[in-house]
C-alpha cells in the first residue's frame, strides 16, 4: 500500500529566564540578557509518501519551517579587548529539507535499514546584517543512519547501528 500524509502546524516559545534577566561571561566575552525579547513564533509543515510491502518498505518526506523574531546573540560595538553580546530578536530562522528511509526484511528474524536527512537552515530576513543568509548553528547539513538487526534464539535481538552527522557549529 502507498500513504500520503502531510501537516501543517503553528508553535511559539517564550524567552527563558536566562535569556531575558541573567548577563553572563565566558573569558572575555560578555553576553547581556534582554528583557523586551519576544516570544519565538514557527510555522511548519511536511509532506511524505510511503510504500509499504511484505518484504521492504520507503518513504520520502519534505519539510519547511520558518521562525518569526529567532532569538540570537547578536554582537554589539564596543571600545576596548573584551565582546560584547545581546540576546535579541534577529529576523526569521527557515529550515527546509528532505528525509528519506528505506528497509529490507529478507527473512522474518533479519533487516536492514537506512535513512537520511538534508536539511539547509540559515538566517533571512535578518534585522542583524551579520547573520543574514549565514547556517544555523548545531544543525547540521545532513545525517545518515544505518542499522541492521537479527532475531537470534532465546528472545534476543542484536543489533548494529551506525550514524553519521554532517559538520555543524555552535555560535
Given at each position: 500500500?502507498?500513504?500520503?500524509?502531510?501537516?501543517?502546524?503553528?508553535?511559539?516559545r517564550w524567552p527563558t529566564l536566562n535569556e531575558l534577566v541573567?548577563?553572563?561571561?565566558?573569558?572575555?566575552?560578555?553576553?547581556?540578557?534582554?528583557?523586551?525579547?519576544?516570544?519565538?513564533?514557527?510555522?511548519?509543515?511536511?509532506?511524505?509518501?510511503?510504500?509499504?510491502?511484505?518484504?521492504?518498505?520507503?518513504?520520502?518526506?519534505?519539510?519547511?519551517?520558518?521562525?518569526?523574531?529567532?532569538?540570537?546573540?547578536?554582537?554589539?560595538?564596543?571600545?576596548?579587548?573584551?565582546?560584547?553580546?545581546?540576546?535579541?530578536?534577529?529576523?526569521?530562522?527557515?529550515?527546509?529539507?528532505?528525509?528519506?528511509?528505506?528497509?529490507?526484511?529478507?527473512?522474518?528474524?533479519?533487516?536492514?535499514?537506512?535513512?537520511?536527512?538534508?536539511?539547509?537552515?540559515?538566517?533571512?530576513?535578518?534585522?542583524e546584517p551579520a547573520l543574514e543568509g549565514n547556517r544555523l548553528?548545531?544543525?547540521?547539513?545532513?545525517?545518515?543512519?544505518?542499522?541492521?538487526?537479527?532475531?537470534?534464539?532465546?528472545?534476543?535481538?542484536?543489533?548494529?547501528?551506525?550514524?553519521?552527522?554532517?559538520?555543524?557549529?555552535?555560535?
Amino acid at each position: 500500500p502507498v500513504v500520503v500524509r502531510g501537516s501543517i502546524a503553528t508553535s511559539h516559545r517564550w524567552p527563558t529566564l536566562n535569556e531575558l534577566v541573567r548577563n553572563f561571561q565566558v573569558g572575555n566575552v560578555l553576553t547581556l540578557a534582554n528583557e523586551a525579547l519576544q516570544p519565538e513564533r514557527a510555522r511548519t509543515g511536511d509532506i511524505a509518501m510511503a510504500f509499504d510491502q511484505r518484504r521492504w518498505s520507503a518513504s520520502v518526506a519534505g519539510f519547511w519551517s520558518v521562525v518569526d523574531d529567532a532569538v540570537a546573540n547578536v554582537t554589539l560595538p564596543t571600545a576596548g579587548p573584551g565582546i560584547t553580546r545581546q540576546r535579541q530578536n534577529a529576523g526569521e530562522a527557515h529550515a527546509t529539507g528532505v528525509e528519506f528511509d528505506a528497509e529490507v526484511r529478507p527473512t522474518s528474524r533479519f533487516r536492514v535499514r537506512a535513512s537520511a536527512t538534508i536539511v539547509n537552515a540559515r538566517f533571512r530576513h535578518s534585522l542583524e546584517p551579520a547573520l543574514e543568509g549565514n547556517r544555523l548553528p548545531q544543525v547540521p547539513r545532513g545525517t545518515l543512519s544505518r542499522l541492521a538487526d537479527a532475531s537470534l534464539p532465546r528472545a534476543i535481538t542484536a543489533s548494529l547501528v551506525l550514524r553519521t552527522t554532517a559538520s555543524q557549529f555552535d555560535d
